[in-house]
C-alpha cells in the first residue's frame, strides 16, 4: 500500500499539510478551550463576587441603619415611648426589619417593636443569655446571627445586633437586636439573571443553603459540601444538580463570625458551551481547511497520479495482449515524456511482438503440420497394424473410413474397391454411409457402381475414377458430375475423393464429404496416404484371393494328383488287363465271320473292353498322367466335325447354332481333348435342356487380350489374341452353389448311374493344359454359357485329320517280347504271330537281357513292358541298346508315370504304345520302327 | 484546474453555510409568549391584576411581546368563575393568576388533573382556603401571596392614632371564610387591647345597603375585615364612617385611598406586583410546590384628609409610620 504514488504523497501532504493543520486546529482549540474554561471560572467568580457584594450590600446597608439608630443621642436614656417611636419609624421606614428590639447593657428588653405582630407592652424580654446579646458585648462589634427562617413562612432572616456606647463613659450603653429579613436576598437570587447551566446561592459556614432561586432548596435544608479548595471544575455539590460536573465560583462574605458563601455554579457543558462551541467551530474550520487541503490535493495529487494510472492501465492492456495501445500524452511535463517514452517502447514491443507472432504462427502452423503428419502417421501405423493383425478387408476399410473422416473432419464418406471381374466400384458392402441422412429409397439405392460400356464411371465419383487423379469439390452440387444424384442422396456441400490405384491399376476410391471447412491439398494428401494403404489392403487381399485360389487350385490340383495318381495305378493294372481283353477279342473277331454266333458277342467284349479302355483314357487325361502332344491346330474343322458328331448324337430337339469365325487363328492343342471338350460340354448342355430340348449355341471368336484384362491378369492368359469358344444352351441352369463344384471331379447332378462327373474336371483340366481358362455364366432357368479362351499361336497352321480306319500290316521279323504279365504275353505273342511275326516271349526281363546278351542280333525287333521287377522296360532297353544300339526297341505299357514317351525316345526307344495295345495300332507301330530301320 | 477552483468554491460554500449553520444552531430561539389567565372574584381585587401586569412588565415580559393575559373582569358568581376558569384552561394557559380567595378555590378546582400552575393573590389564608398545605411548602400547583397576618396590627395601629376606641363594628360576610378567620384572629388582640369588637355578618350587598342605611350608632371606629364583599363596599363603608365621623381601618391600602383613615396591611396593586414575582419563578422552572406563599409586604396608611374630616389629630411620629395620603 505505502509504494504507491499517491499513497506516498498524500501520506507527504498529510505530514506538510494535514498534521501542521490538525496540530495548529488542536492546539487552538484546546487553547480556546482553556480559554473558555477560564473565562467560564471568571464568569462565576464574577457571578458569586457580585452576587456576593449585593447581598453583602444589603446586609451591611440594613446593619447601617441599625446603626444610624444606635447614633441617636442618648437612645438609651430617651423615653420608652420616644424609644418605641424611633424603633416603629425604622421598622416602618426599612421594611427589611421583623422586628427591632433595644437592650439595656443588662440585655434586658428596653423596647421591641414587630412588623406583624402586635408587642404588648408588658412583654419584656430578657436577652442576657443570648448571644445576640453577649457577642457585641464583649466584642462591641456588631453581631451577626446565623441566618434562620421563620416558622410559618420560612422566610430567612437574621439577627444582628449593634452595641452602642455611651459617648461619655465609653461603656455599652444598649445593644439594639434587629431582625433582618432576608427575603430579598431571595429575590436577589431569584431575579439573577443567570446563564443557562448557572446557579447561585448562599450557603453559610456549615454548607446549609440559605438562599437559592428555589426557595423550596432553602426551606428543606438543604446542605452542601464544601470540599477541598475547588480547581473550579469539581462535581457539583449542589444536591440538586443540574449537570455532574460544573464550574464553580466562591465568593464569602465575612458578617462577624457568620461566612456566608456565595456559590456560583455553572454547569461544565454550559459553562463551556461557548468553548465547545468555538472547538467546535475550530474543528470545523479545521476540516474546512483540511477539506480544502484535500480537495486542493486530490487534484493534484490526482494530475500527478491520473496520468500515471491511466499509463498503468495502458500497460495493463498492453500486458494482455493489445499491443496497440498508445499512452495518453496529457503535457510536456516529466509524466508526458515518461508517456512519450512508454508509446515508443510498446510501439517496438508491438512491432517485436508481431514478428515474434508471425513466427510463433509459422512455427505453431508447422507444429501443427507435424501434430497433423504425426496424426496421420499414427493413423497409418494403426492402419498398418490393423491391416497385419486382420485380412478382413472390410474391417480395414471401415477403419480406413475412419480415420478418413477423422483426419479431413469430414461428416460423411465411403470406402470401395473395384472388383477386378465387372469393373464395378463396390462401395459399402465394405464400408456404410455415416449417419442416417441418406434417404435413397428403392431401387436408387446402390452400394455397387457399373462402369459404363466403355469403362468410365458416372457422377461425382466417377471423376476421379475416370482421371484416375484426386477430385476436390467445395461446391460439388454445381459440378456438372453431380446430376444423376438419386433423390435423397445426403447433401453434399463439399466433396473429396482419390482414387486407390496399385501398380497404376485402379483398385479402389476413397470419398468423404461434408467437412466444415472447404478440403485443400491437405486432405487429399492425407486421403492419398490413406489411399496407398488401402492398396496395399487390396493387393493384399487380391492376393490372398488368388493365394486362396492357387491354393484351392493346389488342392485341386493334388487332389487329381492323387486321383491320378491312383488312376494311374489303377490304370496300369487295368490297361494289363484290358490288353488280353481286347486283343483277343479283337483277335477271336479277324478270325470269326460276323455271323458267326459268338461274333456279337465278341464285339460286345470288344466294345466294352473298347470303352473302358477309353475309360482309362479319360482318367489318366484328368489325372494328367498321360502327357499329350500339343500341335498347332485349326480348330474351325475339328469344331466343325465335333460339331457334326454332336449332332448325329443329340437329338432332334436340340437345335445346334454353329457360329464359327474362320479368321480365328490357330491354338496349341491336341485334336482328341479340343475333341472331349466340345463333347463333354455339348452331352453336358443336352443334359441340361432335357427332353424339351433347346438350343445349343457353339461359336468361336478370336479375341484380343490386354495387359489389364483380368484373363490375363487374374486367369494367367498371355496377353495377345486369343480364341474364345463359347457353348452356351437354353437348359435349365444352374444355381451359384452347382456352379462353384461343376469342374470338381465326381460332382455331378445326374442321378446315380447315369454320370461319372468326370466329364467338366476333365475339360478343365484340359484348358488347363491348354493354358487356357473356361469360365461359366449359368443361372437357374437361364441356361448356361461356358466361354473358353485358347491362346492362339501363330499362323503356321497344321490341318490334321484323324483318321480312325485302316487294317493291320503284318511281318516276319523276329520279335523278343517281354512282359511280366504271362497273359499279355500270351495274348501279344497270338496278336503278333497272328501278323506273321516270330515271336519270343520271356517274363523275366534280366533273362530277357541274358537272352539278348548270347545273341544281339537274333532279335530284329524287341517290344517290352515298361514296369517289370528286375529291370524295367527302360532299364532293359538301355542294356539292350548298350548291346546293340540300333536294335528297334518299342515300349508296350499300361502307366508310367516316370517314363514318359519322351524319354523313350531320348533313350533310343523308336515307339511308345500304350496298352491295352489295339492291333491295328501295333501293326502300324510295328511297322513304322521297322521302316526306320 | 478548473475542478479543482469549482470544488474549492463548493467546499468554501458549504463550509460557510455549515459555520452559519452551526452559529445559527445556538442563537437562542425565539422568547416563549406567555398566556396568562386571570380570575377575579371581586371588583376591589382589580388593582393586582394591575399591580401584577406590571411586575411582569418589570421583570421582562412585555405584554405583547413576551406575554398576554386572558382577563374578562371579575366573575362575582363561583359558578361562572369555575366555568371561566374551564374556559382559561382550555386556552391552554401557561398560568392562571387568580384574585382573591373564591377565584382561588376556583383556580384549584378547575386546575386539579391539568396541573396549570396557579398564583393566588391577594388570599388571607391559603391554608385554611384549602388551596395550599403549607404556606412553606405549598406542595400542589398553587402559590401566591397572602396577608393574613395583619389584623394584630392594624388594629393595634388604629388605637395608636385612637387611643379612645372602645367599640368597633366589625361588618363580614360570615360565609366567607378569610372574615371569619379574621374575627377570630382579632378577638383576643381585642381583647388584649381592651376593645370591643362587633361583628356585623352581611352576607350580600342588599343586607349591606340595609345596614348602612341603617348604620347603627355606637361604634368608635369600622374595621373591615379581609372580605371581599366588604372590600367591594370600601367606600361605602368610609362615607358612612365620614358621615358618622369615625375612622375606618380597610384592609389595604386602596381602602384608605377611598376614604378610610387608616390601614395597616397591604396594597393590592404590591400583591399583584408580589405575585408576578412568583409567576416569574415560575416561568424560570421553579414549581410552585417549591415556591413558598408569599406574605405581603405591609405599610401603614394614613389619610390626613380624612383625619382631618373626622377630627383626627395625628402625631408626627405615626405619620412618620406610615404612608400618608393627602387630597
Redesign the interface.
Known sequence: MFGKIRTRLTIAFIGLAVLPILFLGSFIAAKTFTAAKQLAISVTHDTALRVGGDVEDFIRGMVDHIEVVTKTPGLHNLSRQKQLEIMRELLAFQSGYDQMTILDPLGQELVRVNRLQMVNGGEIGNWADQREFLAPLQTREIYYGPVLFRENTGEPYMTCSVPFTDPQTGMIAGIVVGELRLKKIWHLLATLDLRPGEQVYIVNHEGLVIAHKNPSIVLRGTQTHLGAEPDNLQRSHHPDPLGDQAILGDHHIFLGDQRLHIICEWEKRHALSLAYRLMVVIGLGTLIALAAAVLVMVPVVGNIVRPLQRLATTARKIEKGNLTEQAEVAGDDEIGELAHAFNRMTAQLHSSMTDLQTEVMERTDIQKALQRELLINKSLASLSKAMLASEDIKELADEILKRAQQLTASEHGYVGYIDQKSGNLVCPTITAMQGKQCQIEGDDFKMEFPPNADGTYDHLWGVALNSRQPFLANNPMAHPSSQGCPTGHVSLERFLTVPVLFNDQLVGQIAVANSPSDYGERDIDTLERLSDLYALALNRDQGQQEKEKLLSDLRQSQKMEAIGTLAGGIAHDFNNMLTPILGYSELALTRLTPDHELFSHLQTIHQAADRAKELIKQILTFSRQREHELTTLKIQPILRETIKLLRSSLPTTIYIRPNIDPHCGAILSDLTQFQQIVMNLGTNAYHAMGDSGGTLEISLQEIPLSDQDPLVTSHGLHPGPAACLTISDTGCGMDKTTVSKIFDPYFTTKEQGKGTGMGLAMVHGIIRNHHGHISVYSEPGQGTTFKIYLPIVSEERALTESATTGTAAGGTERILLVDDEEVIILMLRDMLEYLGYQVVTITSSSEALKMFEERPDYYDLVITDQPMPELTGGELAKAMLAIRPDIPIILCTGFSESFTEELARDMGIRAYIMKPVILQELTEKIRAVLSHE | ?K??HR??FI??FI?LH??LF??AC?KQEGPKIYTIGVINFSPAAEPAYEGFRQGMEE?GYGEGKHIRYLYRGHIADKQELAVEGKRLLAQKVDLIFSMSTPASVVAKEVTADAKTPVVFGPVSNPVASGLVTN???PGGNLTGVTFS??E??R??FLQAIMPSIQRICFPYNSKDKSPTLNLERLRP?AR??GVELVPIPLHNHQEIDTFLAHFPGGFDAIYLPTDSLMASRTSDFAHIALAHKIPLSPPQREGVEAGGLVSYGFSIFEVGRQAA?LA??IF?G??P???????T????TINQTTAKKINITISD?IL???VVIRD
Not at chain 2, 289 to 295: F, G, H, N, Q, S
Not at chain 2, 297 to 300: N, T
Open positions: 484546474m475542478i479543482l470544488n474549492s467546499l468554501i463550509c455549515l459555520l452551526a452559529f445556538d421583570l404556606l412553606k411548602h397576618m395583619q394584630p396590627k388594629l393595634e388582640i388584649k387591647l414575582r416569574d419563578q424560570r421553579i414549581s410546590a417549591d415556591l413558598p406563599v408569599e406574605v409586604e405591609f405599610k401603614a411620629s412618620r409610620q406610615a
